[in-house]
């Protein structure tokens, strides 16, 4: 039974592919603590790391068409198994949720609005976000590559209005990385930006040329990592030291601007970046939590479910962290470990369990 009607064109994933990656840039922040200077080769790292991954979702989705990944996992795993496995996959997307929703709000609340709890910022977005899923994937879809243009084009603007405070020694010195660090920053450039790709694997059945996926997946998942590398190297080729110290250092990139005493307070922009980067994320593993608990549990619709959804999401988000600094440690040493079994492991395993299907079959 298919609980999504909606359908979306090859580009337009290609776009959700590059919001998506555009949605953790900021996050790096939690990378430059570790490698510093270095973040731009974790991230070349991850890259490639992903690469591969991008490959054995889209093989999965190739070899299952017209399912996505619940229905997947059913096929592979056998009704019980399959079961236990989709629970924990619609525990991680819900998870990722709220986790969003706090930072965007705790962001607002520190940088913008002091005054103002964070309550007010996490509902605003989750009713937005609720709006959004009631009107379906396509409308995701096309609100996503409006956001993903916009932000393409904010950025250009900020470089080119910063490209006068560029210090390139601030590289220095070039690949001192411990392979403790090399190792942890890989990893958790793989598991936040890179690896949450496989959220996809709850769209991809919906694109309109299914034979061309892996393709617009693939250019979708360069041109984001090209965004997010220049977005690197900006930060550390104008802040230097002094940016690895900063939470947020693209803000703190865009309050060093001031062309004549007219262009100045471009951090404004980063915020409004930072904001429509975040809700697109925030959209598609909202989309995928509740089209996962829809399929799970065989309903017609998971519109039912959005505004239910929606309301825990505020709840969770409230309570899920102390301060930013609890949300900064656990991103960088605990998600990573958390997030590997659903990015890395079930995949490959399943995988390798449908080609084994598929040979002895034959």
Not at 80 to 99: E, H, Q, R, T
Not at 134 to 154: H, N, P
Not at 181 to 197: A, D, K, R, S, Y
Not at 312 to 324: F, H, K, M, Q, R
Request: hydrophobic share 55%.
């Amino acid at each position: 039974m298919k609980i999504e009607k909606g359908i979306i064109s090859n580009t337009e994933l290609m776009f959700l592919i590059i919001g998506l990656l555009q949605g953790s840039t900021l996050t790096a922040a939690f990378i430059n603590g570790i490698i510093r200077q270095n973040t731009w080769v974790v991230l070349l790292t991850g890259f490639i790391t992903t690469l591969i991954l991008l490959l054995v979702y889209t093989s999965l989705s190739q070899k299952y068409p017209g399912r996505n990944l619940i229905e997947i996992n059913s096929g592979i795993y056998g009704c019980y198994f399959g079961k236990i496995v989709s629970i924990l996959y619609i525990f991680y997307f819900w998870f990722i949720v709220p986790a969003n929703l706090r930072y965007i709000a705790d962001f607002f609340s520190i940088y913008l609005f002091p005054e103002t709890d964070i309550i007010v910022f996490i509902m605003a977005i989750t009713i937005v976000c609720i709006y959004t899923l009631k009107k379906g994937l396509e409308v995701i879809a096309r609100v996503g590559f409006i956001l993903t243009m916009m932000t393409i084009v904010a950025a250009i603007l900020i470089t080119i209005f910063t490209i006068k405070n560029i210090r390139l020694n601030n590289f220095l010195p070039l690949f001192q990385i411990d392979s403790k660090e090399f190792i942890q920053g890989t990893n958790l450039m793989v598991c936040i930006p890179f690896g949450e790709i496989i959220v996809f694997l709850m769209i991809f059945p919906r694109v309109n040329d299914i034979k061309q996926v892996r393709r617009s997946a693939l250019w979708g998942l360069i041109v984001g990592t090209l965004y997010f590398l220049s977005i690197i190297l900006g930060n550390t080729a104008i802040l230097g030291n002094i940016g690895f110290i900063h939470a947020f250092p693209s803000y703190q990139v865009a309050k060093l601007i001031n062309i004549g005493e007219i262009i100045t307070r471009m951090e404004t922009l980063i915020a409004v970046m930072l904001l429509f980067n975040v809700f697109l994320k925030t959209c598609l593993f909202y989309y995928a939590t509740v089209l996962s608990v829809a399929q799970f549990f065989k309903l017609r619709s998971y519109k039912a479910l959005v505004i239910p959804v929606g309301i825990i999401n505020i709840v969770l988000a409230i309570i899920i962290y102390n301060s930013p600094v609890d949300q900064e440690y656990e991103a960088a040493n605990i998600y990573p470990i958390y997030a590997i079994p659903f990015i890395i492991l079930f995949p490959i395993a399943s995988l390798l369990i449908a080609h084994v299907r598929n040979t002895v079959q034959k």
